[in-house]
């Protein structure tokens, strides 16, 4: 498990070029279903999303868009002046009463635009991850779906981010719940009506156990995980980054079971993670 946004920091999205479909509305990307989607009238679109610098990724859950871009529109207006009663003036003034902004585009050095294929035709997730800085930024995303009339996006999630080793190879296991309903009539025949097929991945990671000393890859610690994520929010759905490699490796899910850790020699914790799909 590589990571997972456990904070969602986005203030605003908006739609900068592309037509709205009315009836799956700009709303439906913060609705938390995925399976209510925000759909364009074209194949193509810009969303700007607006977030308070905190965010350290954004993901795309089922989607549709095969080519995502990112570049970073941010505008810092830094705080100056004084007011006779000391405090801090947003903005200076000039003679004619209109506020002054000192607009700092250097920012764009702290977010490098990234263009993205969503090769994850399974379950259609998009996961990206970048710096955060110290005050709010703007994200423009250019979305293209080849394949369709439209570009399709079930929820969009940016914010704050845990970073963790993977799961232990040999631990790792995906196992999956079947909704489907069957049931056996009277005349000895069965009604089945299919359903949804939800993948439970499950394991084992290794975390710091130490806080104080840090982890010498940066890494997330068991006290980070705990009472920053699992405490808080507990099986609240997540967009989870399982691995740095391959193909199928996002996933929007929530922690199935509470977390049980054991030491793993001197300066670690071995966690049993229990994730279970939620779409």
Known sequence: MSRVIYKDTVSMITLISGTENP???LSNLRDEHPRKPFRTTG??????????????????V????????LTSVLSVVYAWGEASDGT????GEGADGEAIAW????????????????????????FVSFEPVQWGREIDVMLTALDAEYVSIGLLVAG?????????RSSFQITSTDTSTQVA?????????????????????????DPTTGDP??????DDFMDNLWLPFGKTAMVWALSESGKERSIYAGIEQPPVAVMHGMTAKMVSINLKEQV
């Open 23 to 25: 009836e799956y509305p």
């Open 43 to 60: 194949n193509t679109c810009t969303l700007r999303v607006s977030d308070n610098g905190e965010a350290s990724a954004v993901a795309f």
């Open 62 to 69: 089922m989607t549709n868009a095969v080519d995502i871009e």
């Open 88 to 91: 801090t003036l947003a903005a």
């Open 103 to 126: 607009v700092d585009d250097t920012a764009a050095e702290y977010f490098d635009p990234v263009q993205y294929v969503n090769y994850d035709g399974a379950n259609g997730i998009a």
């Open 160 to 168: 704050k981010t845990m970073h963790f080793r993977d799961f232990e």
């Open 185 to 209: 009539l009277n005349d000895g025949g069965i009604w089945y009506k299919p359903g949804r097929v939800l993948r439970q991945p499950s394991g084992y990671i290794v975390m710091h156990a």
């Open 217 to 222: 890859d940066g890494l997330n610690s068991y």
